[in-house]
C-alpha cells in the first residue's frame, strides 16, 4: 500500500526567519523593472477562460511589446477585435525563492496586433522568440494599469 509521505512544513519559524514585508512600487518604477525582466507571462481570454503563455518581451516607450504565431489564439483575438483590442495582462517578476525576496509587476491594457511593416520589422529585428517556432505577429500591450510589489525584509 502506498502512503504519501506528509507534506513538509511550509511555515517559516517566526523566531529564525527574518520578517518581510510588501510595498507597493510606482508605475514608472513598475515598468523600469519590467524591462529588466527576460521573460513574462501574457494572460488572455480563450473560449471565455483565462489562458496563460510564458513569453519574452521588451518595454518600448511604456507598451509592452511581444511576438506570436499566426494561429496563436492572442493573435486570432487581437485580430478580431479590431482597433479596439482585446484585454490582457501582463506579468513579470524576479523573486529569490530562498530569501524570499523580489519583485512582481503586472501590466493590465488593451492588446493591439502591431500593423505598421516597418514598426514590425523593428521589433522583429531586436524580440527574438525563445522558441523555434515562426512568430511574425508583433503585439502591443498599451497599459491602463501599471501595479507592482517589492518583497523586503523588514527592519
Known sequence: MNEAAPAPDRAADPV??????TVEL???????????AP?????FTRQALPAIRPVNHLVDDGDVIIRTHEGAALALHAQ???ARGVVVAYEAD???LTARLGWSVVVTGYCHLV????????YRAVLKPWTDQRSDHVVRIEPDLVTGIRLIAED
Open 16 to 21: 529564525t526567519e527574518p520578517r518581510r514585508r
Open 26 to 36: 510606482e508605475g514608472d518604477e513598475a515598468l523600469r523593472l519590467l524591462s529588466g
Open 39 to 43: 521573460l513574462g507571462r501574457i494572460v
Open 80 to 82: 478580431q477585435a479590431g
Open 94 to 96: 524576479d523573486i529569490d
Open 115 to 122: 500593423t505598421d511593416p516597418e514598426e514590425a520589422a523593428r
